[in-house]
């Protein structure tokens, strides 16, 4: 029953979900907050404006908000890193730690002679009855 449970949570398809959903609500509003007090203050001081938010383009009196997709791009890019590298990474890593591949036991081995499979156990071989 635990077993089944395990293999239920590690399934692609729970993981996936599990992404999404801290994606979307836990980090988005953490993320958001960071780029907008802290990614963007620090870049603008270099281009010279305080909030990539102010940025507009007014074009026969529409106005394009280009900032604002700008803050929104930065604070996608740094919700995708950090959900690769503390979920995704190691996620992957527990996965191909659990699925090793299985050695099989040798059990038999092929005579010099003849080249037919007899156990690893025999003397003689018992096709040729070669001595082993």
Same mark, same amino acid.
């Given at each position: 029953?635990?077993?089944?449970?395990?293999?239920?949570?590690?399934?692609?398809?729970?993981?996936?979900?599990?992404?999404?959903?801290?994606?979307? =609500?836990?980090?988005?509003?953490?993320? @958001?907050?960071?780029?907008?007090? %802290?990614?963007?203050? *620090? +870049? #603008?001081?270099? /281009?010279?404006?305080?909030?990539?938010?102010?940025?507009?383009?007014?074009?026969? =009196?529409?106005?394009?908000?280009?900032? @604002?997709?700008?803050?929104?791009? %930065?604070?996608?890019? *740094? +919700? #995708?890193?950090? /959900?690769?590298?503390?979920?995704?990474?190691?996620?992957?890593?527990?996965?191909?730690?659990?699925?090793?591949?299985?050695?099989?036991?040798?059990?038999?081995?092929?005579?010099?002679?003849?080249?037919?499979?007899?156990?690893?156990?025999?003397?003689?071989?018992?096709?040729?009855?070669?001595?082993?």
């Amino acid at each position: 029953m635990i077993k089944g449970f395990r293999d239920f949570l590690l399934r692609g398809n729970v993981v996936d979900l599990a992404v999404a959903v801290i994606i979307g =609500g836990a980090f988005g509003a953490i993320v @958001t907050s960071f780029v907008t007090n %802290i990614i963007t203050p *620090l +870049i #603008a001081a270099i /281009v010279g404006k305080p909030d990539f938010s102010a940025l507009v383009l007014k074009v026969n =009196g529409g106005v394009i908000t280009y900032g @604002t997709f700008l803050n929104s791009a %930065i604070a996608f890019v *740094l +919700i #995708a890193t950090v /959900v690769y590298f503390m979920i995704v990474l190691p996620m992957n890593s527990v996965t191909s730690r659990m699925n090793k591949p299985v050695v099989e036991e040798v059990t038999t081995k092929a005579c010099p002679q003849c080249l037919s499979e007899i156990p690893i156990a025999a003397t003689r071989c018992k096709f040729c009855t070669q001595a082993v």
